[in-house]
C-alpha cells in the first residue's frame, strides 16, 4: 500500500459502527459450528427423509414465511428426487405469488477497476498485474449511459466500483448524478431515454457515506459478504487488506438502513465456500434484518465463481459448485426467504440461466459488458479479459433475453416506479408477503414493456411481445378490475408516445 493510500485506508473502517451490532455477548449472527453442527444432525437427516415433515415446511414456504434455520437444513439435506421436484415446484409457485410472471432486466456498469483488496478469487485483485486499470470521467461515464439507455434501452443499472481512494463516496456520489443526467436520443425515435434507477455494488462504507449515497437518489445498495464461513473468508481476504475484517463487511447492511438506504442486497459468491454452508449464511443474514429492523434484504444474490484473467484460484478451490447442487440452492433461497427478489447474473451461461428461471427468478441481467469502457467499444460482443473482473457466460442482447423469457411466457419488466413511489423497505414487505406488489407491478410493467417494444425491440422480439401485452392485459382486467380505466388509459397514452407513466 502507498504512503497516499495509509490515511484512507486508516479512516475506512469505523470499529465504533461494527460494535453498536454485536449481540451482549460481543458475537456476530453467523454461528458458524452451530450451522455446521446442524447441517450434519442425524436429526435433521432423519427429517430430510420424512416426506410429510419435508412437506409441511414447504407448506410454509407457499404461506411466505421465513424458514427457520432447522427447516432450510432440511431441505438442503434432501435425498428424495420426488421431493425435490415438489420443492422445485413450489419455489415457481412461491415466485408467481409474490412477484407474478414479471423479470426485471438491468445492467452492469463498471466505473472503476482499481482496487486496494487482494482477494485471491478476483481478477481485479491489486497484485493481479495483468489487468489493465481506470476509472471513468463523468464524460466516458455518460457516454457509457448513451448506449445503455439510448441504443438497448435498459431503464436500471447496478454500477459497480473497486475499493480504492480514486472511486472514494465523492467519486461515487458524483457519477451517480452524471447517470441520472443523461437523456440519451433514441435511434429513429422522437423520444429520448435514460436511466430511471441507479442500484449500487460497492464496498462496504461508514453511515455517513451511505448517507450520502441516500441523498443521490440511489435505489438498492448491494454487498456481498463473498462466504459466510468464517474460516474460508480469512484464507481468501489477506487480514492487511480492507476487505480481511468479516465484520465490517457482515455488517454493512445494518448501516445502511441506520443510513435511510432501506432496499439492500445480499449475496454469496458461491465456490468459495461449502454451498450448503452459504445459504443456511444468506437465511441468517435474512432473519437477522428481520428482526433488527423489520426489514429483510430486497435482494439476494448467488453468483458462482467464474475464470478470470491470471487468477487460477477457481482450478484450485475444492468447493466447486455442481450444475446440480447450484440448481438445490437457488430452489433452497426461494423456499427459505420468499418475499426476497433473486437475481440471476450473466456469470452463467444462456442455457443455464433458461433452465433456473422458473425456480423463482425475478432478476436478470442482459447485454451485459463488465470491462471498463466497454459498451462504447466496437469489438462487438468481444471480452477482453484483461480489462474485465471475470469472464461472463453470457453476453446476449437484451433483445434476445427478452424475447426468450415472452416465449417462456415471462413479461419483462423495465419498471422503477417503485423506489420513486416509496414503496421501499419496511413500506414493502407486508405488500410482497401478501401479492399485493405483485399485481400493482404488473399495471407497470405492462406500461414500461410497451415503451421498450415500441422503442427498441426488433421487429421478430415486437411480434412475441405483442402477444405477452394482450395476455398481461386480460389479466389486469380480471385480477386488479378497480384500476382497469386508469391502467388502460396510461397503457394507451404510452403507446401514443408518452413516456414513464407509472402508478
Request: charged share 25%; proline share 2%; with cysteine.
Amino acid at each position: 500500500m502507498t504512503t497516499e493510500n495509509s490515511s484512507w485506508f486508516k479512516e475506512k473502517i469505523r470499529v465504533d459502527q461494527i460494535e453498536k451490532y454485536l449481540g451482549a455477548d460481543g458475537k456476530d449472527f453467523i454461528p458458524d459450528a452451530q450451522i455446521e453442527e446442524t447441517l450434519q444432525s442425524k436429526n435433521i437427516l432423519d427429517m430430510a427423509s420424512d416426506k410429510v415433515k419435508v412437506r409441511e415446511i414447504i407448506a410454509k414456504s407457499l404461506a411466505i414465511e421465513t424458514l427457520s434455520p432447522q427447516d432450510a437444513a432440511v431441505l438442503l439435506n434432501v435425498k428424495d428426487s420426488e421431493l425435490w421436484s415438489e420443492m422445485e415446484a413450489a419455489a415457481g409457485a412461491i415466485k408467481k405469488t409474490v412477484y407474478d410472471n414479471r423479470i426485471v432486466t438491468f445492467a452492469p456498469l463498471y466505473l472503476s477497476t482499481t482496487c486496494v483488496n487482494n482477494c485471491s478469487y478476483c481478477g481485479l485483485r491489486s497484485e493481479n498485474s495483468s489487468i489493465s486499470r481506470g476509472v471513468l470521467t463523468l464524460d466516458e461515464a455518460k457516454s457509457e449511459v448513451e448506449v445503455l439507455a439510448g441504443q438497448i434501452g435498459h431503464k436500471r443499472l447496478v454500477v459497480v466500483y473497486g475499493e480504492h481512494p480514486k472511486s472514494d463516496i465523492d467519486y461515487m456520489a458524483s457519477t451517480i448524478e452524471a447517470v441520472y443526467s443523461v437523456k440519451a436520443k433514441i435511434k429513429e425515435s422522437e423520444n429520448y431515454a435514460c436511466i430511471r434507477r441507479v442500484n449500487v455494488n460497492a464496498s462496504p462504507l461508514s453511515i455517513e457515506d451511505l448517507q450520502v449515497l441516500d441523498k443521490v437518489g440511489i435505489g438498492t445498495y448491494q454487498v456481498f459478504q463473498e462466504t459466510y464461513h468464517k474460516k474460508t473468508y480469512s484464507k481468501v481476504h489477506p487480514a492487511s487488506t480492507l476487505k480481511g475484517n468479516y465484520l465490517w463487511r457482515l455488517y454493512c447492511m445494518h448501516r445502511a438502513i441506520d443510513a435511510g438506504v432501506d432496499d439492500v442486497g445480499i449475496g454469496a459468491l458461491f465456490g468459495l465456500g461449502n454451498w450448503k454452508f452459504e445459504v443456511m449464511g444468506l437465511l441468517h443474514h435474512a432473519i437477522e434484518l428481520e428482526s433488527r429492523f423489520g426489514i429483510g434484504p430486497h435482494t439476494i444474490s448467488f453468483p458462482r465463481l467464474e475464470p478470470a484473467e491470471n487468477t487460477p484460484f477457481i482450478n484450485e478451490s475444492s468447493n466447486i459448485v455442481s450444475n446440480d447442487d447450484f440448481r438445490k440452492a437457488i430452489t433452497v433461497i426461494r423456499l427459505a426467504v420468499p418475499y426476497a427478489g433473486m437475481i440471476l447474473t450473466a456469470r452463467e451461461n444462456a442455457q443455464m440461466r433458461k433452465s433456473l428461471i422458473h425456480l423463482g427468478i425475478t432478476q436478470t441481467d442482459a447485454a451485459s459488458k463488465i470491462g471498463l469502457g466497454a459498451y462504447n467499444r466496437t469489438k462487438g460482443d468481444m471480452q477482453d479479459a484483461t480489462r474485465q473482473q471475470f469472464i461472463l457466460g453470457d453476453t446476449r442482447s437484451l433483445d434476445d433475453v427478452v424475447k426468450e423469457l415472452a416465449l417462456m411466457g415471462n413479461i419483462t419488466s423495465f419498471c422503477t416506479a417503485g423506489y420513486r413511489c416509496g414503496r421501499t423497505g419496511e413500506c414493502i414487505m407486508d405488500s410482497l408477503r401478501t401479492g399485493a406488489e405483485g399485481k400493482l407491478c404488473k399495471l407497470n410493467a405492462v406500461i414500461t414493456f410497451r415503451e421498450w417494444l415500441d422503442d427498441f425491440a426488433s421487429a421478430g422480439t415486437k411480434a412475441l411481445g405483442e402477444e405477452v401485452v394482450k395476455k398481461e392485459i386480460e389479466e389486469v382486467k380480471i385480477k386488479v378490475p378497480k384500476v382497469y380505466e386508469h391502467f388502460i388509459d396510461y397503457y394507451n397514452r404510452t403507446a401514443a408516445g408518452e413516456r414513464d407513466l407509472y402508478f
